[in-house]
Each structure stands twice: as structure tokens, then as C-alpha cells.
């Protein structure tokens, strides 16, 4: 397995918004920067670390008057959510849209609007790009990478594989699987299977069980891509009879405390961090917007790798 440099770097997410740091209050005119934030729901533990920290970043104290609407995994409520925002006239629009399509028409208004928007964890599809100012979050083609690199690091290439997949057409599947069949192909490595498991413990348990069903003992390791869909998954193996972590080898990504426990336990062999702590990068950039100076295109969190041993390292103080 490669450890990446980004891995090296650790699973801090560097402020890297032009030296934009720390808190501040309201801005120049003394007023608080109103923030509308749309956020996809709270499917995951990922999902709930994620909001906690917009939601720190984004308050009061630090400036922001923020307005949040969760969109309970409806992309047509999120697609509302904006548009309320764009109602109310708010300085600034933050959105973690749920799936890549859909968006022109309602990122079009808040254009219109002069309602610049500020795209945080997911990304929407090239076409769409000319309608927000920034992302903020993660390398999710990277993580479903070294996912693989330890996949192929540590199995023997005629191993069968069946996967769990994160939200049909949201970027982080798209790409979590790009990555993670990039590095695979050409080895002889069987996917017996792959199915989208919403990114829940309830849909990788109910997944995972109808893969036992159809594909019993021929499956050898599972690739889950997120914690909760493997913690899920690890609840079928176990009512099975089959042991999590031997008979079937499992791969995570996101990197929660849970699946950290898990790894310590060898239920889980190989956890992919995958940063939600972006709150405080997203203030930075939301804040240098209002205020008409530049920001990046992208700015993408470092993620890191844990076995066994480096989980023992981190849990104690781990903060997701
Ligand atoms: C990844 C994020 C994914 C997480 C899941 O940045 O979009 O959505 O991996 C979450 O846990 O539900």
C-alpha cells in the first residue's frame, strides 16, 4: 500500500483560503454575513460531523447569520432550500448538493440574483461549473484509490469482491468508484457485485444481507463506500454466522470514530479518512467572497489512511 503524501500530511484540514484564518466579527460595515446553507440531510455520522462543524464555523459569534436547512436526502427540497435563499435575499449561499444534475436552472437564479454560491463537500457535473465560486471538500477519486491500494496491496488477485455504493449520481460515488476501479483493473480481481446502499447503516445492512443471499460464501471482501454502509454491513455478515473482518475482508471510507472502534476490533480491516471537518475553510472563503476578494476554484482536504495500529493511535482524541 502507498502511503501518499496527503496521508504523511495527516487528517488536519490546512486553512489555505490566502492566509484567510481565525474568527472574526461581523464585517467591514458591522453587519453579520447572512449564510444560506442547504445541506443534503443526515444520512451519516459523516453527514452529522459535517454540519456540526458549518454550523460552528458558521455562527454568531464568528459573524454569520446563517439560515440552515436540512434536505432530508430530497433533492427537490435542497433545489427549494436554495431558492428560499434566493427569496430572502441572503449574502451568500452554501450548498452540499446531494446529486451531480439538476442544478442550472435554481444556481441560474441565485446568478441572477448576484447570490454568489459556495459548493461544500459534493460537486455538481461540469455543467454547472460556471454557476458556483468555490468547493470545499475532499478527494473522493483519491480515497476510493487508496482504498484499492490496500485492496491490491494485501489480496490475492483472484479475490471476489462485491461493493457497497454511496448515493446514485452524487459526485462522491461517481468518484469513489472511479477510483477504486482505476487502481483494481488489469489485476484479476472479481466484483461480484455493486449496489447503491444511500450512504446508511439500514441500507448497507439490507444491501449487504441480499448479497449474502445471492452470493453466499463466494463473497471474499467487501468495498463499502462510506463507515455507516459498512457498520450496517457488518450487522448481515455477523446474523450470517460468518465473522466480519476474516470471512469477509472490508474496506471503509470516511474515517468515524465507529469504524475506528470496528478496526481495533478486526471487523473492519482498512478505513479511508474522508475529512467533514470543512467548516472552518468554508467561513474563510464565504467571508472572503462577501468581501470581493479572491479564492480558489477548489479547496480539498487532506485525508489519511488507517490500519489497525493508527486507529489505537487517534481514537482517544479522534473528533468525528
Ligand atoms: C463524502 C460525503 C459522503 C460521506 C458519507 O464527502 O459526501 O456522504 O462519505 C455521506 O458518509 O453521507
Excluded at 500530511?9 to 458591522?30: E, K, N, W, Y
Aim: hydrophobic residues 45%; proline residues 2%; charged residues 20%.
Amino acid at each position: 500500500m502507498t502511503i501518499t503524501r496527503r496521508a504523511m500530511l495527516g487528517g488536519t484540514l490546512g486553512l489555505v483560503a490566502g492566509g484567510l484564518t481565525g474568527c472574526a466579527t461581523a464585517d467591514a460595515s458591522g453587519s453579520l454575513i447572512s449564510v444560506g446553507f442547504a445541506q443534503t440531510g443526515a444520512e451519516s455520522t459523516w453527514r452529522a460531523a459535517n454540519t456540526a462543524s458549518l454550523r460552528k464555523a458558521l455562527s454568531r459569534r464568528n459573524g454569520f447569520e446563517l439560515m440552515f436547512i436540512d434536505s432530508q436526502g430530497r433533492q427537490e427540497n435542497e433545489i427549494a432550500a436554495v431558492r428560499s435563499f434566493v427569496t430572502r435575499g441572503v449574502d451568500v449561499i452554501v450548498l452540499a448538493p446531494m446529486v451531480e444534475g439538476g442544478w442550472r436552472d435554481v444556481l441560474e437564479e441565485a446568478r441572477q440574483a448576484h447570490i454568489p454560491v459556495v459548493l461544500e463537500d459534493r460537486g455538481i457535473d461540469a455543467s454547472g461549473s460556471s454557476l458556483y465560486v468555490s468547493r470545499v471538500g475532499d478527494d473522493f477519486r483519491h480515497e476510493g484509490a487508496l482504498a484499492a491500494e490496500w485492496v491490491v496491496a494485501t489480496s490475492d488477485p483472484a479475490t471476489r469482491i462485491v461493493e457497497l455504493l454511496g448515493t446514485t449520481g452524487s459526485s462522491a460515488a461517481l468518484e469513489r468508484s472511479a477510483g477504486f476501479d482505476e487502481v483494481i483493473a488489469g489485476h484479476g480481481f472479481t466484483v461480484l457485485d455493486a449496489q447503491d446502499a444511500g450512504f446508511t447503516r439500514a441500507g448497507g445492512k439490507e444491501v449487504m444481507a441480499a448479497f449474502l443471499q445471492k452470493h453466499g460464501d463466494d463473497i471474499q471482501l467487501l468495498f463499502a463506500q462510506n463507515d455507516d454502509m459498512g457498520l450496517g454491513a457488518i450487522q448481515a455478515i455477523r446474523a450470517a454466522g460468518l465473522e466480519p473482518g476474516h470471512d469477509i475482508r472490508i474496506v471503509t471510507i470516511d474515517g468515524t470514530r465507529d469504524a475506528l472502534v470496528e478496526l481495533i476490533a478486526g471487523r473492519l480491516n482498512h478505513v479511508v479518512q474522508c475529512n467533514p471537518m470543512l467548516g472552518p475553510q468554508v467561513a474563510s472563503v464565504v467571508r472572503a467572497v462577501h468581501s470581493g476578494r479572491p479564492v480558489k476554484r477548489e479547496y480539498i482536504a487532506t485525508d489519511r489512511v488507517f490500519d489497525t495500529r493508527a486507529a489505537k493511535e487517534v481514537l482517544a482524541t479522534w473528533p468525528y
